[in-house]
């Protein structure tokens, strides 16, 4: 067994060891707005529920390591003193992970994820519609842990309004844990699917995806990708070219024999079979191959 100090070793190094030990984390998908009105979103696996009477939650949003800033999650938090906080289920997932893109200020991370915003009924941020459920909740303290990279801040919030999709509930009107099919995090790229156990999903860290709001119409109106799907596609830095969609469909039979058939249907599933296998960018050059 080894002994580790934490004076002793980097930041990011010891932040990998936190992670990895303490989990799987649920995790928050904060809503909030700034002082002018502009919504952000974006997830928070330092996350839990501390009490019932009075109905309390509690996420921490972490100074970021790389260069000591703070989000913007913080910034209108403290500004405003709303948020609200969005459960993840697997259905969304690969938005939500789109969603933890570090987008330019001002640009709208529901229309980057292709998340649909929904009018709260007491506070200003917008909830998320695709969430199971939803909390409508003000700041009550916000309490820094440290003013170095990697400090968080712990953002408690009492619960005012409670959304609940009627899909997730059972007979009794209990929320089914199965139905729910919540997600958690782990260490690294690793997830939790509460009823099935671990998958990967790849953290856009230094990379900025097209969104979900660069996707061509066509793919976004097919029958064939759901929310996943498109975050997926979405979380590409850029799109395949001409000359190397040529390559690919000149060597490629499946693909060739695809587009022979003039069949849409049969092309978006064989794009989909790549997303199936992780293969993003294989799935881009299926869709945008032509005849």
């Known amino acids: 067994m080894i002994t580790i100090d934490p004076k002793t070793i980097g930041t990011a190094k010891l932040q990998g060891y936190l992670q990895g030990s303490v989990g799987p984390r649920p995790i928050a998908f904060a809503s909030t707005m700034d002082?002018?009105?502009?919504?952000?979103?974006?997830?928070?696996s330092f996350f839990n529920v501390f009490s019932a009477n009075p109905p309390i939650l509690v996420f921490s949003p972490a100074r970021r390591v790389r260069d000591n800033s703070v989000k913007h999650t913080l910034i209108n938090a403290e500004a405003t003193g709303?948020?609200?906080?969005?459960?993840?289920?697997?259905?969304?997932?690969?938005q939500i992970s789109l969603a933890s893109t570090e987008y330019a200020d001002g640009v709208d991370e529901f229309i980057k994820s292709g998340l649909t915003p929904v009018i709260s009924e007491v506070v200003k941020p917008y909830r998320v519609?695709?969430?199971?459920?939803?909390?409508?909740?003000?700041?009550?303290?916000?309490?820094p842990l440290g003013t170095e990279g990697g400090a968080g801040n712990l953002i408690l919030c009492e619960v005012l309004r409670i959304h609940i999709n009627e899909n997730i509930l059972d007979q009794n009107g209990v929320i089914d844990q199965h139905k729910i099919d919540l997600v958690s995090r782990l260490g690294g790229n690793w997830y939790s699917?509460?009823?099935?156990?671990?998958?990967?999903?790849p953290k856009p860290?230094?990379?900025?995806?097209?969104?979900v709001d660069a996707?061509?119409?066509f793919v976004k109106e097919s029958t064939v990708f759901n929310g996943n799907d498109l975050g997926m596609l979405g979380n590409i830095e850029a799109l395949p070219t001409e000359e190397e969609i040529s390559i690919f469909v000149k060597d490629n039979f499946e693909v060739k024999g695809v587009l022979s058939a003039d069949d849409e249907l049969k092309k978006y599933q064989?794009?989909?079979?790549?997303?199936?296998?992780?293969?993003?960018?294989?799935?881009?050059?299926?869709?945008?191959?032509k005849k």
């Open 193 to 201: 699917r509460s009823n099935q156990g671990l998958f990967e999903v």
């Open 129 to 143: 519609k695709e969430a199971p459920v939803q909390f409508e909740c003000k700041v009550t303290q916000i309490i």
């Open 205 to 211: 860290v230094s990379t900025l995806g097209i969104g």
């Open 270 to 289: 064989l794009a989909k079979d790549y997303l199936i296998k992780n293969e993003v960018l294989t799935a881009w050059k299926v869709l945008l191959a």
């Open 82 to 94: 709303e948020v609200v906080i969005n459960v993840v289920n697997y259905d969304m997932v690969q």
């Open 215 to 217: 996707i061509p119409n």
């Open 35 to 44: 002082v002018e009105g502009n919504p952000n979103v974006s997830p928070f």
